[in-house]
């Protein structure tokens, strides 16, 4: 959720086709006036799908940009767990204290899961150590010879950049530009002249931004909403001593239930068939 904005509404009415009539009918025609018009939703919320879209760019003014980002590290940190999810940042040590206030330090979302790996980079060293680390995490979804197959058994990896020059550093990033298929990540840059491979693009100015999608032409104008700083860090501050004490394989659906399993019994004896006859 990018933040609020107005849309044209999007439904199919069904109505009867207009025909030839010796008579008049005033609600008839009261009906056919009404859907020739184009009917806007207004202060609805405008949304963008990072899963659909593999380079997004951002430009504009920079406390927006900022504040953008830490809703939607917001968002995403609250309706997802860290098993499904990673964020990488490739950034500069000013924006990371910006983020400090969201914990991104001490977020599992930005470590890898046997934590040997902190997803933040803010050097060359640290941009490095991440391309390797994504590099041999998208290599093993490589199937038939094919590369970069979506793999839905490990995490969505999401990555912020503010930094241009580190991330043109990490060779597994710019080479993923090339692919436009989902491939279980997505990247989202915050900086001049951004990848000419993005499908989508943010305008952030004051008081009004524009989602572009640069494919259809189609431009959008939103507002961002502002947010109680104090109620995020207190969420945050939670969030960030909040651990998953269970597997991911422990709350699977099961793929089946027997009839005792149903019932919640291990034999015929628990059924008190008898009592239930009666």
């Not at 490739?90 to 914990?103: A, K, N």
């Not at 990896?157 to 298929?181: A, C």
């Not at 431009?219 to 961002?224: G, K, L, P, V």
Request: with cysteine; charged share 30%.
């Amino acid at each position: 959720r990018l933040g609020c904005g107005n849309l044209p509404m999007k439904c199919k009415i069904n109505y009867p086709k207009q025909r030839f009539s010796l008579d008049e009918d005033e609600l008839e025609d009261k009906m056919y006036e009404m859907l020739d018009k184009k009917i806007e939703l207004e202060n609805v919320p405008i949304v963008l799908s990072i899963t659909k879209h593999p380079i997004m760019g951002m430009i504009g003014n920079r406390d927006q940009k900022i504040m953008l980002i830490k809703q939607m590290i917001v968002q995403l940190t609250l309706m997802h767990s860290y098993e499904e999810l990673k964020i990488v940042l490739i950034t500069d040590t000013e924006t990371v204290e910006e983020l400090s206030c969201l914990r991104v330090k001490y977020l599992s979302f930005f470590w890898s899961n046997d934590k040997t790996v902190r997803l933040i980079a803010t050097n060359s060293k640290e941009s490095f150590k991440i391309g390797e680390f994504l590099k041999k995490e998208l290599n093993a979804d490589n199937k038939d010879g094919v590369k970069y197959v979506k793999n839905d058994e490990r995490p969505f990896y999401f990555v912020i950049v503010t930094n241009k020059s580190i991330f043109n550093t990490i060779e597994t990033l710019t080479d993923l530009r090339k692919y436009k298929d989902d491939m279980g990540m997505s990247i989202f840059t915050s900086f001049d002249n951004p990848p000419k491979d993005c499908s989508v693009l943010l305008e952030l100015s004051v008081p009004n931004c524009e989602l572009i999608y640069l494919e259809k032409g189609e431009r959008i104008s939103f507002s961002i909403e502002h947010c109680d700083s104090s109620l995020i860090d207190s969420v945050m501050k939670k969030l960030a001593n909040t651990k998953l004490t269970e597997l991911q394989q422990s709350y699977e659906f099961p793929r089946s239930l027997s009839f005792l399993e149903m019932y919640d019994i291990r034999n015929l004896e628990q059924l008190q068939l008898m009592k239930r006859w009666k």
